[in-house]
Each structure stands twice: as structure tokens, then as C-alpha cells.
């Protein structure tokens, strides 16, 4: 599977963007699908995750309530919504998904293929 990430960009705080990722596999029930991202110096951390079979989403506790992750099924693509930007959601954000959903949401190990990254840059 493939993953291709867009809609990066620079963008004023209290902005917003919305990522997407597609994904080259047609999707199944038991797909999880995540956002993930890195600042400059910093790790690659947990952002966003959905599973297919059930639209259960999952979130950081530092984008709850501003970000929004979605699915569209018919486009095997994942969107990442996300509004009120603040400069610290500077980052590098990565798409990630597997074709079985095992092991956390959380967690970087759950996810078998990665995209590319696109890098969403705030300014304050």
C-alpha cells in the first residue's frame, strides 16, 4: 500500500488546513488509518487515527477539539481538518496506515505503510 499526503502548507495561527491522504489499495473494514507528526528536533508523535470498520477516531490530547480526522471510502483517503492552529502544530505530518488493525492506535509500531510527509508550518 501507498500513501500519498498533500495539502501542507503555510498558514497564519488561528488558520486552518486540511490535510488528505490516499491511499493506492482499496480500503477494507479493518483498515486503521492515522496522522502522525514531527517538529524539528523533536520525535514523531501520535496525532490523529480511524478504523474503518467501526469510524472509531482517536486523538492527541494536545489537537482534541481541533482537529478533526474523516474517511472517505469510495476515495480510500483519510482527511486531517484541522482549525485554530497554533505555532507548536509546526511540524512535519506524516500519513500512516495498516490493512488490520492490531496493537494501539497510539502507537507508531500498529501502522505498516507510511507516506511521505507534507509539512504544515504556523506562524505566530
Known amino acids: 500500500v501507498q500513501l500519498q499526503a498533500s495539502g501542507g502548507g503555510l498558514v497564519q495561527a488561528g488558520g486552518s488546513l486540511r490535510l488528505s491522504c490516499a491511499a493506492s489499495?482499496?480500503?477494507?473494514?479493518?483498515?486503521?488509518m492515522g496522522w502522525f507528526r514531527q517538529a524539528p528536533g523533536k520525535e514523531r508523535e501520535f496525532v490523529a487515527a480511524?478504523?474503518?470498520?467501526?469510524?472509531?477516531?482517536y486523538y492527541a490530547d494536545s489537537v482534541k477539539g481541533r482537529f478533526t480526522i474523516s474517511r472517505d471510502n469510495a476515495k480510500a483517503t483519510v482527511y486531517l481538518q484541522m482549525n485554530s492552529l497554533k505555532a507548536e502544530d509546526t511540524a512535519v505530518y506524516y500519513c500512516?496506515?495498516?490493512?488490520?488493525?492490531?496493537?494501539?492506535?497510539?502507537?507508531?509500531?500498529?501502522?505498516?505503510?507510511w507516506g511521505q510527509g507534507t509539512l504544515v508550518t504556523v506562524s505566530s
Open positions: 480511524i478504523r474503518w470498520s467501526n469510524s472509531n477516531t
Open positions: 489499495a482499496r480500503t477494507s473494514s479493518s483498515y486503521i
Open positions: 500512516a496506515a495498516d490493512t488490520v488493525y492490531l496493537g494501539s492506535a497510539y502507537r507508531q509500531s500498529t501502522y505498516k505503510f
